[in-house]
Nanobody, 123 residues
Framework: QVQLVESGGGLAQAGGSLRLSCAIS????????MAWFRQAPGKEHEFVAS????????TYIDSVRGRFTISRDNAKNTVYLQMNSLRSEDTGVYYC????????????????WGQGTQVIVSS
């Protein structure tokens, strides 16, 4: 069974940076796609970014493009989300997810997801 564990969340000032990590344990496949979702207070889960494990191809939503970078480290079996130029609207719980093939924008339609790590951005 695959398990995803997020870490790296915390409190940041607007304009600051945080790096989130998603540690992957269990059996994985090169055909997996990985993604980050977030849930702002009182709102539904929102897709943020994805990466294909084998090719490294990435996708971002417009609001984070140029500020956030999703990446993977094969040796550490870890996916990262580097968040720069943080804004108050980036506040929320961030979740890592995985799916064979293409990520589904509904987090619950993916094969695996973690318990989340909280990010708070103050103005």
């Amino acid at each position: 069974q695959v398990q995803l564990v997020e870490s790296g969340g915390g409190l940041a000032q607007a304009g600051g940076s945080l790096r989130l990590s998603c540690a992957i344990s269990g059996r994985t496949f090169n055909s997996y796609a990985m993604a980050w979702f977030r849930q702002a207070p009182g709102k539904e889960h929102e897709f943020v970014a994805s990466i294909r494990w084998s090719s490294g191809s990435t996708t971002y939503i417009d609001s984070v493009r140029g500020r956030f970078t999703i990446s993977r480290d094969n040796a550490k079996n870890t996916v990262y989300l580097q968040m720069n130029s943080l804004r108050s609207e980036d506040t929320g719980v961030y979740y890592c997810a995985a799916r064979v093939g293409v990520i589904n924008r509904d987090i619950r339609m993916n094969d695996y997801w973690g318990q989340g790590t909280q990010v708070i951005v103050s103005s």
